[in-house]
């Protein structure tokens, strides 16, 4: 019945033992995310944020990775949702922080100064104790919240304006960085986002697929550019994966690059490697 009703009204569908497997998985996937966090299934990978004009890895996203003992490893487009609906994001998201900023002060205890980037739900962020236990799991570990970038996406802050920017300015004055997710795919605004304390705007991987061959793309892009930096923010371009993507950008002035062109995610040991062994040619054949 839901089935039909997802596929649009008055349709049918006939049963098949592949919704029942779906269900039968999903049931699955619901009842044990109770426990994964504390059976230690959960981990996290890093994806660095590399500089091209300084040539430097600057920063890197924390990404949580779900080792199901039966299943095996679970997408994080798989059980992200399900724990959206269910409400346990927060929970899980509040395990993320914990663990993205205490492997960040481990970082910096090294000598390894970067920026994390840690994604919040629309649940997190319309959670009453959200601040507070950013806060705290931050003072606890020692980590200067300048240290600590939360990436909200723009659909999340067109879902309520007003009380989108009410929450992101709260957490501003706390001292975190902010950062617009998936800019471009939503209904973007400039009203909004002169308002938008926050840092950063992230440009969608959709546009940077093809920037090396689609001229519409480079349009779009190098619009995004110049508006950001008319506001005062950095601009990064996420899903960067070949040499001409990546030289494309910095003709169009787009310095901040998240892609596995650099780097996949990886965890925190071989991020250590990466940022030791890093070096990059510049784009010389252009």
Same mark, same amino acid.
């Given at each position: 019945?839901?089935?039909?009703?997802?596929?649009?009204?008055?349709?049918?569908?006939?049963?098949?033992?592949?919704?029942?497997?779906?269900?039968?998985?999903? $049931?699955?996937?619901?009842?044990? @995310?109770?426990?994964?966090? %504390?059976?230690?299934?959960?981990?996290?990978?890093?994806? /660095?944020?590399?500089? #091209?004009?300084?040539?430097?890895?600057?920063?890197?996203?924390?990404?949580?990775?779900?080792?199901? /003992?039966?299943?095996?490893?679970?997408? /994080? &487009?798989?059980?992200? *949702?399900?724990?959206?609906?269910?409400?346990?994001? @927060?929970?899980?998201? @509040? !395990?993320?922080?914990?663990?993205?900023?205490?492997? $960040?002060?481990?970082?910096?205890?090294?000598?390894?100064?970067?920026?994390?980037?840690?994604?919040?739900? %629309?649940?997190?962020?319309?959670? +009453?104790?959200?601040?507070?236990?950013?806060?705290?799991?931050?003072?606890?570990?020692?980590?200067?919240?300048?240290?600590?970038?939360?990436?909200?996406?723009?659909?999340?802050?067109?879902?309520?304006?007003?009380?989108?920017?009410?929450?992101?300015?709260?957490?501003?004055?706390?001292?975190?960085?902010?950062?617009?997710?998936?800019?471009?795919?939503?209904?973007?605004?400039?009203?909004?986002?002169?308002?938008?304390?926050?840092?950063?705007?992230?440009?969608?991987?959709?546009?940077?697929?093809?920037?090396?061959?689609?001229?519409?793309?480079?349009?779009?892009?190098?619009?995004?550019?110049?508006?950001?930096?008319?506001? *005062?923010? &950095?601009?990064?371009?996420?899903?960067?994966? $070949?040499?001409?993507?990546?030289?494309?950008?910095?003709?169009?002035?787009?310095?901040?690059?998240?892609?596995?062109?650099?780097?996949? /995610?990886?965890? #925190? +040991?071989?991020?250590?490697?990466?940022?030791?062994?890093?070096? !990059?040619?510049?784009?010389?054949?252009?």
């Amino acid at each position: 019945m839901y089935h039909v009703k997802e596929s649009g009204k008055n349709g049918y569908q006939f049963y098949t033992q592949s919704m029942n497997d779906k269900i039968t998985k999903k $049931t699955l996937i619901e009842n044990d @995310l109770r426990s994964a966090i %504390n059976k230690g299934e959960f981990f996290l990978e890093y994806q /660095p944020k590399v500089n #091209i004009d300084t040539k430097r890895v600057y920063g890197m996203e924390a990404l949580v990775r779900w080792n199901h /003992p039966e299943i095996g490893l679970i997408r /994080p &487009d798989v059980f992200i *949702g399900i724990s959206e609906e269910t409400g346990q994001i @927060l929970q899980l998201g @509040l !395990w993320v922080a914990k663990q993205a900023i205490h492997d $960040t002060k481990m970082l910096h205890n090294e000598g390894i100064m970067l920026v994390v980037s840690i994604n919040v739900s %629309n649940k997190q962020l319309n959670d +009453d104790s959200f601040i507070d236990d950013m806060c705290l799991i931050a003072d606890e570990a020692g980590l200067d919240k300048s240290y600590i970038e939360l990436e909200i996406t723009e659909s999340q802050i067109m879902k309520d304006v007003n009380k989108s920017l009410s929450i992101l300015n709260a957490l501003y004055e706390k001292g975190f960085k902010l950062s617009v997710d998936d800019f471009g795919t939503g209904y973007s605004s400039l009203s909004y986002l002169k308002k938008l304390p926050a840092k950063t705007i992230k440009i969608d991987r959709s546009f940077v697929l093809d920037i090396d061959k689609d001229e519409d793309d480079r349009s779009i892009i190098a619009a995004i550019v110049a508006m950001a930096k008319s506001l *005062g923010k &950095d601009v990064i371009a996420e899903g960067s994966e $070949t040499k001409e993507q990546v030289c494309a950008l910095k003709l169009l002035e787009c310095n901040q690059i998240q892609g596995y062109y650099f780097s996949k /995610p990886i965890k #925190i +040991d071989k991020l250590r490697e990466f940022i030791t062994d890093f070096k !990059w040619d510049d784009c010389s054949f252009y």
